[in-house]
């Protein structure tokens, strides 16, 4: 949402208003003036907001009737949305579910089956997330398992009792979790330390998280989120708090040669006042689209920052003897076998000599 001043090709300036609300879409209007261009936004906004209300009420209204025809008749977009505010979303919840009101239309409960859920993951799998990537095949997973979610909720608001809810996940192919399968290839790690060398700033914490990613294993926000208190031993185990892990399971990791010497490092980098390790970083997300920027410039395609959690799995899973793999999986913070070996895969120089 803004106001960007266009240049005519007569020379009078033009005044460009964008607005973007879910639910709405985007509006965009061009203007003589400044002030008729945030009049128009001002308009837009309101309807956008009295709009919302009005289907706010009239759920509420639904639900104080209550009933399976009150609970059919809602549009899932609203039930969403209600369920989001709510306090019986969790946090991971109000976070997948945002936009997806958006993405739902004015489909009602009634109305949700197997040939929606197909279309639905048709629709967002040909939609281009802000990294410039079709949605993948988990995130849809997790938003239509979050509305079936939302849809249970609504049904106990309107005392409905075994409700049947069409949400499923038809149209998730079923080998989606192999797709992930990106590993380093000879020289790729050489060319992304060297762009990162040449970087314009935070090269050195650069350097560090990469290393670090790589030889703990460990999610992104694990590690954009870790702080010193963390590190005991003389840092030689990082113990993650399950506050910042994704099962909610605290975890400890040993940390390996390589990942202490990057500690080390970055100890001497460390600022007064600094509790997060990595406090030049904001937030993950930041660190993704950075990294994207890096990687791109390496000219290595389709290696995001997740992938060195494949990587370093698999290079653990392949220089692990079985009686030690129960141990590995709770470093690494999975809870089964299948799900270790969906994070590890062969590449050919691995298994050169393996019948020799």
């Known amino acids: 949402m803004g106001i960007k001043e266009r240049k005519r090709a007569d020379g009078a300036i033009a005044f460009e208003a964008d607005v973007r609300i879910a639910n709405v879409g985007r509006k965009t209007g061009t203007f003589s003036t400044r002030s008729k261009a945030e009049e128009f ?17 009239s759920l509420n ?3 104080k009737i209550g009933g399976q025809r009150n609970f059919e008749r809602a549009k899932l977009a609203d039930v969403i949305v209600k369920f989001r505010e709510s306090s019986a979303s969790s946090n991971r919840a109000k ?3 945002v936009k997806v009101d958006y993405f739902v239309g004015n489909v009602t409960v009634a109305k949700l089956d197997d040939d929606w859920s197909r279309s639905h993951v048709l629709k967002m799998r040909a939609k281009l997330t802000t990294r410039d990537q079709p949605y993948a095949y988990a995130t849809i997973k997790e938003h239509l398992s979050y509305m079936k979610v939302a849809c249970e909720w609504w049904a106990k608001r309107n005392k409905v009792a075994n409700p ?19 590993r380093l290839q000879t020289g790729e790690f050489e060319r992304i330390l060297s762009q990162i060398e040449n970087w314009p700033n935070r090269q050195e914490h650069w350097r560090c998280l990469v290393v670090l990613a790589l030889e703990t294993c460990a999610r992104q926000q694990e590690l954009i989120f870790a702080q010193w208190s963390e590190l005991t031993h003389e840092d030689q185990v990082w113990r993650i708090p399950a ?4 099962k909610k399971t605290e975890r400890s990791v040993p940390l390996s040669p390589a990942a202490r010497a990057a500690i080390a490092e970055l100890r001497l980098l460390q600022r007064e006042g600094d509790q ?7 937030n993950p997300h930041s660190v993704s689209q950075t990294f994207r920027e890096i990687v791109r410039a390496a000219k290595i395609e389709n290696f995001t920052f997740h992938s060195w959690r494949h990587e370093g799995i698999s290079r653990r899973v392949l ?37 020799d």
């Open 61 to 63: 209204e639904q639900e």
């Open 95 to 97: 976070r997948s579910l």
């Open 319 to 355: 220089n692990c003897s079985p009686e030690k793999l129960p141990s590995l999986m709770k470093i690494v913070g999975h809870r089964d076998y299948e799900s270790l070996m969906r994070y590890s895969h062969l590449l050919d120089n691995d298994i050169i000599g393996m019948f």
């Open 243 to 246: 506050a910042h892990t994704k």
């Open 164 to 182: 049947f809810i069409g949400v499923s996940m038809e149209g998730i192919p079923q080998d989606w979790q192999n797709k992930r399968d990106r």
């Open 276 to 282: 997060r390790i990595f406090e030049v970083f904001p």
């Open 41 to 57: 936004i001002a308009a837009i906004t309101a309807a956008a907001i009295k709009a919302q209300r009005a289907s706010a009420s």
